[in-house]
């Protein structure tokens, strides 16, 4: 399925995957047919389905991107910035360890989390959207919590 809807009372949050291209990082034989497209138009397509066919209150994309590169290839802070109608990014495959979500703006100005926690179940992360009855304001409050204090004896 390219999205899932979960409805929790009276919200309706759409989550859908954006994975890294695998051609070069994974040997064929393991990824076989397929087909890696073009992450932005991509989520970009899903994003404004969910959220405006759909009426999702929230969307949130599964990222395998990668956090953050030195280089010009596409991460998770440079997909939410060229994409609309995302609420909240759970990135992985830099294990990077963020403390908080990251905020960024996206196409429309719009604020975009982004978070990630690392690898091994070291971090859990948390984030709490609270939405008001009586608009579509919704207030964020998210958070890494520690499993492992000591990272040196991993």
């Given at each position: 399925?390219?999205?899932?809807?979960?409805?929790?009372?009276?919200?309706?949050?759409?989550?859908?995957?954006?994975?890294?291209?695998?051609?070069?990082?994974?040997?064929?034989?393991?990824?076989?047919?397929?087909?890696?497209?073009?992450?932005?138009?991509?989520a970009n397509h899903y994003a404004t389905f969910l959220k405006?066919?759909?009426k999702c209150n929230l969307v949130i994309?599964?990222?395998?991107?990668?956090f953050k590169y030195k280089?010009?290839?596409l991460s998770d802070m440079e997909f939410a910035q060229q994409t609309r109608d995302i609420d909240l990014i759970i990135g992985g495959h830099t294990h990077t360890f963020l403390?908080?979500?990251?905020s960024q703006l996206n196409?429309?100005?719009k604020e975009v989390l982004v978070n990630q926690v690392g690898w091994a179940g070291i971090n859990i992360g948390k984030v709490d959207f609270h939405f008001s009855q009586n608009s579509?304001?919704?207030?964020?409050?998210?958070?890494?919590?520690?499993?492992?204090d000591d990272l040196k004896s991993i």
């Open positions: 399925k390219p999205y899932k809807i979960f409805r929790k009372g009276d919200l309706k949050i759409g989550v859908f995957g954006i994975g890294i291209e695998l051609e070069g990082l994974v040997p064929k034989k393991l990824y076989q047919n397929t087909v890696y497209q073009d992450p932005i138009a991509t405006k066919n759909q994309c599964l990222s395998h991107l990668g280089s010009n290839k403390k908080k979500p990251v196409l429309d100005n579509d304001e919704k207030k964020v409050f998210g958070q890494s919590l520690f499993v492992k």
